[in-house]
């Protein structure tokens, strides 16, 4: 047996040793079913998810997601979690899309509403929020606005008339996470970022008018609003051009740092600080100043999409009570505190395509859903479905309170380019009675389902497994992409 071939430990929970000899400091644990564990198998997944346990300050284990696949330096679907005081922080361990998240919006429309005007609402969805590669937003914002949204993310667009204050009470860090500093982002990134707030960007983004499907949790369901039948949308998208240029920025000065910290790599790829050094608050400065980037934008876009609808359906937002149910981040770092060794300890966990997956009854749930636990949004792709979950107790014993983010990737771009053609895709979503709408070609065929792993295995692991459990499945009628 390879020293790289997990040995199945638990239902549904894999593990490789910690190895000196390979500058392990921790083992690795997957989280997967057989056929998500024979998938990672074939690329860099696990091999990546070992390197990240040679990182100084690592605690616990590396841990891999049932959606884990091979990304730049840490897996996708992986979380990682440093000690605060001696352990480092790493640009890769979050990701280019920094805070690329999902949020979800309730009608109380029925499909049976929505159907006869489908096309109608994802034209004028379409028509009204910029997408695709270099899209720019609708609004321009000179040095000092832009400086406001770093800081203040959603409050600025609900000061802004894009929302209103309720939407802020139901976002991760309510949409605004305290120390950004816009003083720590490169020119570059600003002048990248300014003119694309508010735009939804290309490649696996996507806006999704959906019809739920199945309701699991009808007590979790209820307390969101959420009826079956009824029509939801998601929004999927990031901190675009902005959130990548930091990322760049600070890999080229973590990797700069290595020597004058005597930082011993296992790949280049995991360049990071010292979470306490100079350059490690600044990144983090940074990256808070893109998490609130992205909240602003899907503020922004949230609002945009709420005005389709009043327009098509001749009825105002609050009629259709088109709620907010909660947005959440995938790719971020922030401080937690969980307990090691039995001790509550501070520590910096990387979730880089992950989801927090808070239980009831924790501060940092909104007050809202408090006494249920954190909704869990994991979309799958274009033709498949979605998932609302609920945070449980287990996700802080065995995740550091992290579920998986998607379906996960399994077909590169250039393989769906070359497999699939655009008319085949499209044809085979309007069979399953989805309307798509995209700039461009590259924005149907890289996304086609097919290049995806399954998202109801990815979300059956979570649930068996008690880290969090199923509230109700979405499934897409119109979708939008870039």
Same mark, same amino acid.
């Given at each position: 047996?390879?020293? !790289?071939?997990?040995?199945?430990?638990?239902?549904?929970?894999?593990?490789?040793?910690?190895?000196?000899?390979?500058?392990?400091?921790?083992?690795?644990?997957?989280?997967?079913?057989?056929?998500?564990?024979?998938?990672?198998?074939?690329?860099?997944?696990?091999? @990546?998810?070992?390197?990240?346990?040679?990182?100084?300050?690592? @605690?616990?284990?590396?841990?891999?997601?049932?959606?884990?696949?091979? &990304?730049?330096?840490?897996?996708?679907?992986?979380?990682?979690?440093?000690?605060?005081?001696?352990?480092?922080?790493?640009?890769?361990?979050?990701?280019?899309?920094?805070?690329?998240?999902?949020?979800?919006?309730?009608?109380?429309?029925?499909?049976?509403?929505?159907?006869?005007?489908?096309?109608?609402?994802?034209?004028?969805?379409?028509?009204?929020?910029?997408?695709?590669?270099?899209?720019?937003?609708?609004?321009?914002?000179?040095?000092?606005?832009?400086?406001?949204?770093?800081?203040?993310?959603?409050?600025?667009? #609900?000061?802004?008339?894009?929302?209103?204050?309720?939407?802020?009470?139901?976002?991760?860090?309510?949409? @605004?996470?305290?120390?950004?500093?816009?003083?720590?982002?490169?020119?570059?990134?600003?002048?990248? &970022?300014?003119? @694309?707030?508010?735009? !939804?960007?290309? &490649?696996?983004?996507?806006?999704?008018?959906?019809?739920?499907?199945?309701?699991?949790?009808?007590?979790?369901?209820?307390?969101?609003? #959420?009826?079956?039948?009824?029509?939801?949308?998601?929004?999927?998208?990031?901190?675009?051009?902005?959130?990548?240029?930091?990322?760049?920025?600070?890999?080229?000065?973590?990797?700069?740092?290595?020597?004058?910290?005597?930082? $011993?790599?296992?790949?280049? *790829?995991?360049?990071?600080?010292?979470?306490?050094?100079?350059?490690?608050?600044?990144?983090?400065?940074?990256?808070?100043?893109? !998490?609130?980037?992205?909240?602003?934008?899907?503020?922004?876009?949230?609002?945009?999409?709420?005005?389709?609808? *009043?327009?098509?359906?001749?009825?105002?937002?609050?009629?259709?009570?088109?709620?907010?149910?909660?947005?959440?981040? $995938?790719?971020?770092?922030?401080?937690?505190?969980?307990? #090691?060794?039995?001790?509550?300890? +501070?520590?910096?966990?990387?979730?880089?395509?992950?989801?927090?997956?808070?239980?009831?009854?924790?501060?940092?749930?909104?007050?809202?859903?408090?006494?249920?636990?954190?909704?869990?949004?994991?979309?799958?792709?274009?033709?498949?479905?979605?998932?609302?979950?609920?945070?449980? *107790?287990?996700?802080?014993?065995?995740?550091?309170? +992290?579920?998986?983010?998607?379906?996960?990737?399994?077909?590169?771009?250039?393989?769906?380019?070359?497999?699939?053609? *655009? +008319?085949?895709?499209?044809? +085979?979503?309007?069979?399953?009675?989805?309307?798509?709408?995209?700039?461009?070609?590259?924005?149907?065929?890289?996304?086609?389902?097919?290049?995806?792993?399954?998202?109801?295995?990815?979300?059956?692991?979570?649930?068996?497994?008690?880290?969090?459990?199923?509230?109700?499945?979405?499934?897409?009628?119109?979708?939008?992409?870039?």
């Amino acid at each position: 047996m390879s020293s !790289l071939t997990p040995k199945k430990v638990g239902n549904m929970r894999y593990q490789i040793d910690a190895d000196s000899s390979k500058g392990m400091r921790v083992p690795v644990t997957i989280y997967a079913d057989e056929k998500l564990l024979a998938k990672m198998m074939t690329d860099r997944t696990i091999k @990546q998810a070992v390197n990240v346990s040679t990182l100084p300050g690592i @605690q616990e284990h590396a841990i891999v997601l049932p959606d884990g696949h091979e &990304g730049y330096g840490f897996p996708v679907g992986g979380v990682a979690a440093m000690d605060a005081e001696e352990g480092m922080i790493s640009p890769g361990g979050v990701g280019y899309d920094i805070n690329c998240g999902v949020r979800l919006l309730r009608t109380n429309l029925t499909e049976g509403d929505v159907r006869p005007k489908l096309k109608d609402l994802v034209n004028d969805l379409f028509k009204s929020i910029p997408s695709g590669v270099g899209s720019k937003g609708a609004i321009r914002l000179n040095p000092s606005e832009l400086d406001e949204v770093l800081v203040r993310g959603v409050s600025w667009a #609900i000061d802004h008339g894009y929302g209103t204050s309720d939407d802020a009470d139901v976002c991760e860090e309510s949409g @605004q996470i305290a120390n950004a500093d816009p003083n720590k982002v490169s020119e570059r990134a600003r002048k990248r &970022g300014a003119p @694309q707030l508010g735009s !939804l960007g290309s &490649g696996n983004h996507f806006l999704e008018v959906q019809k739920v499907a199945e309701i699991h949790d009808e007590k979790a369901a209820k307390a969101m609003g #959420i009826e079956k039948d009824s029509v939801t949308i998601l929004i999927h998208c990031g901190s675009r051009g902005f959130g990548h240029q930091v990322c760049s920025d600070y890999l080229r000065i973590s990797e700069q740092a290595q020597k004058k910290y005597d930082i $011993h790599l296992a790949d280049r *790829e995991l360049a990071c600080v010292p979470n306490k050094s100079e350059e490690g608050e600044s990144y983090r400065a940074a990256m808070f100043a893109a !998490l609130n980037f992205a909240w602003s934008n899907r503020q922004m876009i949230s609002h945009w999409t709420r005005k389709s609808f *009043e327009r098509v359906f001749k009825q105002s937002e609050s009629d259709l009570d088109m709620k907010l149910v909660y947005d959440v981040a $995938h790719n971020i770092a922030k401080v937690e505190k969980h307990k #090691i060794d039995g001790k509550l300890k +501070s520590v910096v966990v990387h979730r880089k395509g992950a989801t927090r997956a808070f239980p009831a009854n924790m501060d940092d749930v909104p007050s809202k859903y408090r006494d249920l636990g954190q909704p869990v949004l994991v979309p799958g792709s274009m033709g498949t479905g979605s998932w609302i979950l609920l945070g449980q *107790e287990n996700s802080m014993n065995t995740t550091f309170g +992290s579920t998986a983010h998607g379906a996960g990737r399994m077909m590169s771009r250039t393989k769906a380019r070359r497999d699939f053609t *655009e +008319s085949e895709v499209k044809k +085979s979503l309007s069979d399953k009675g989805i309307f798509l709408k995209s700039l461009t070609r590259d924005g149907v065929v890289e996304e086609t389902p097919e290049a995806y792993k399954d998202v109801d295995a990815v979300v059956n692991v979570s649930h068996e497994l008690g880290i969090a459990t199923k509230v109700a499945k979405l499934v897409p009628i119109g979708v939008i992409k870039g």
